[in-house]
């Protein structure tokens, strides 16, 4: 059940994302050479690996609202670190597991031969007086893995006990 929310997430972000992309393709300042998702907030890179041959950049992204907030990985792939091909999002909170309200910074690896995206999720927040600072309870140490195109992310079962 958590894959097809995962799923759902992840098509609405893209379609959000194709929609903003259009309105937003004229502008002229937009910049050229280097990497800039199709519109809202843009975080920290998270993840650059190179893949079979190209680079995939991984970054912190709202695909929804021009601000901080609903933290997901926006996904983007290039053969020269100058032409960029945005690529679905790779991570979105999921209700109900460990990055319930954000998937927060972290890496890509080559787990031999297995893509694996390690990041910080959080799983509540304070229930008074907002989201920040977050709890140390509330970071959790996640793992998702990948296909061999590194579009299908699988999210691993986390658990706060026993993790360094």
């Known amino acids: 059940m ?12 893209a379609e959000h994302a194709c929609s903003e992309r259009r309105r937003l393709a004229a502008d002229p300042h937009r910049p050229l ?3 800039l998702p199709p519109a809202n907030w843009m975080n920290d890179p998270n993840g650059l690996i190179q893949w079979r041959g190209q680079y995939h950049l991984f970054h912190q ?23 960029w091909i945005e690529l679905p ?3 979105a909170p999921m209700p109900g597991a460990a990055d319930h309200f954000d998937c927060f910074s972290g890496c890509a690896v080559d ?10 999720g959080i799983s509540h927040y304070p229930t008074s007086g907002g989201r920040y600072p977050v ?9 998702a ?10 999210h691993a079962a986390t658990q706060n006990e026993g993790q360094p």
Do not use: K
């Open 2 to 13: 958590i894959q097809q929310t995962l799923a759902q997430r992840i098509a609405e972000a």
């Open 33 to 35: 050479y280097h990497f």
């Open 61 to 83: 992204c709202n695909p929804e609202h021009p601000c901080f907030g609903d933290m997901h990985w926006g996904h983007a792939r290039s053969p020269d670190l100058i032409h």
């Open 89 to 91: 999002v790779a991570l």
């Open 111 to 120: 787990d031999a031969g297995v893509p694996t995206l390690i990041y910080t």
């Open 135 to 143: 709890p140390v309870d509330a970071q959790v140490q996640c793992i």
């Open 145 to 154: 893995t990948g296909d061999d195109d590194l579009i299908a992310w699988q």
